[in-house]
């Protein structure tokens, strides 16, 4: 049973197009994120949600829109795609706790290719 | 800032010993973890260790924090071939959110 699992995998989209990733964690954990890794293996939060909650919106464009209709999913919807836009993107989820940040257990990643 | 840097790549012979380092910029850093990520597949945590604590053993990895210099080490005896991947520095600065400041990941290339 795989624990954080995303999908697609890959996606290959052409420049303006509009597309969704889509993450669901059975760890029952409350809290899931969004985190892009760029080609240089930089990893970099984007959003963070909570019991169905937005509690981390790092400075991303507009055009990236999390959403989160229960505490084991989190979709994050992109319109109008650019080539920058080109990443790996994973959700992670964790349990955390207030004296300790919490293990963040993430899923194997969305490569998405902006063409 | 937000600075969490490590050296991009490391190359050892299999039964060598390994040594990552890591330095970061926020002395308020509560938490830190190294993460190791295989080719094609997600972050895994490794280990991590408590502001307030020097060196923390786990089998074969022994991390070292040095919270003076905002340095922090993961030495990795007996590497074997299938410890190559790339690991990840993390810090937590509030232990409230989750939100964790990654590094650039270090690349160990294990040769047999």
């Known amino acids: 049973d795989t624990a954080v699992s995303q999908t697609p995998k890959y996606l290959v989209t052409q420049m303006g197009n509009d597309k969704s990733i889509k993450c669901e964690q059975n760890?029952?954990?409350?809290?899931m994120y969004w985190y892009k890794q760029d080609s240089k293996k930089f990893l970099k939060i984007m959003f963070s949600?909570?019991?169905?909650?937005?509690?981390i919106n790092e400075t991303v464009p507009n055009r990236f829109s999390p959403k989160s209709p229960d505490k084991a999913h989190l979709n994050l919807h992109i319109n109008s795609l650019e080539l920058g836009d080109s990443a790996v993107y994973f959700c992670?989820?964790?349990?955390?706790?207030?004296?300790?940040?919490?293990?963040?257990?993430f899923g194997e990643g969305s490569r998405l290719t902006v063409l | 800032g937000e600075d969490v840097e490590q050296s991009l790549f490391l190359s050892v012979r299999e039964g060598d010993s390994s040594v990552i380092n890591c330095t970061y910029t926020?002395?308020?850093?509560?938490?830190l973890y190294w993460y190791k990520q295989e080719p094609g597949a997600g972050l895994q945590l490794l280990t991590y260790?408590?502001?307030?604590?020097d060196m923390k053993q786990d089998q074969r990895l022994t991390v070292l924090l040095n919270k003076k210099d905002k340095h922090l080490s993961l030495r990795i005896a007996d590497t074997q071939t299938g410890d190559s991947a790339i690991y990840f520095c993390?810090?937590?600065?509030?232990?409230?959110?989750?939100?964790?400041?990654f590094g650039q990941g270090t690349t160990l290339q294990v040769k047999p």
């Open positions: 992670a989820s964790s349990q955390v706790v207030r004296t300790y940040g919490g293990e963040l257990f």
């Open positions: 760890l029952g954990h409350d809290t």
């Open positions: 949600y909570n019991n169905k909650e937005l509690i």
């Open positions: 926020d002395s308020s850093s509560t938490y």
């Open positions: 260790i408590f502001s307030n604590m």
């Open positions: 993390a810090e937590s600065r509030t232990s409230n959110t989750g939100k964790l400041i």
